[in-house]
């Protein structure tokens, strides 16, 4: 069973930063990490994810490429997201999740354990 807790979220100025953290025990349980996210009104969209096994292998949303950039630290069973240069539509509510994904397509329906999540707030 792996259980996934996020921190790190917060309130930020546009243009700011913040790390969040994702402690999962168990992670290599499965094979890739993601951080997802949900706005007001919307549907949970696809942010970064990062393979577990294999070197590290990074995949971006397009409209956070080259501001946001994932991480793992293996020795503490830690997937990280580092977000610069925030904007206004990054906020929302940000969920860290573990999952099986196979090739360079990634969605929601692949990933089986979530965290509670972590709010996000740029103004």
């Known amino acids: 069973h792996v259980q996934l807790v996020e921190s790190g979220g917060g309130s930020v100025q546009a243009g700011g930063s913040l790390r969040l953290s994702c402690e999962a025990p168990?992670?290599?349980?499965?094979?890739?990490m993601a951080w997802f996210r949900q706005a007001p009104g919307k549907q949970r969209e696809g942010v970064a994810a990062?393979?577990?096994?294999?070197?590290?292998?990074?995949y971006y949303a397009d409209s956070v490429k080259g501001r946001f950039t994932i991480s793992q630290d293996d020795a503490k069973n830690t997937v990280y997201l580092q977000m610069d240069s925030l904007k206004a539509e990054d906020t929302a509510m940000y969920y860290c999740?573990?999952?099986?994904?196979?090739?360079?397509?990634?969605?929601?329906?692949?990933?089986?354990?979530w965290g509670q999540g972590t709010q996000v707030t740029v103004s």
């Open positions: 999740a573990a999952g099986w994904i196979y090739g360079t397509r990634w969605s929601e329906k692949d990933f089986d354990y």
């Open positions: 168990g992670i290599y349980s499965r094979n890739c």
């Open positions: 990062i393979r577990t096994r294999g070197g590290g292998i990074a």
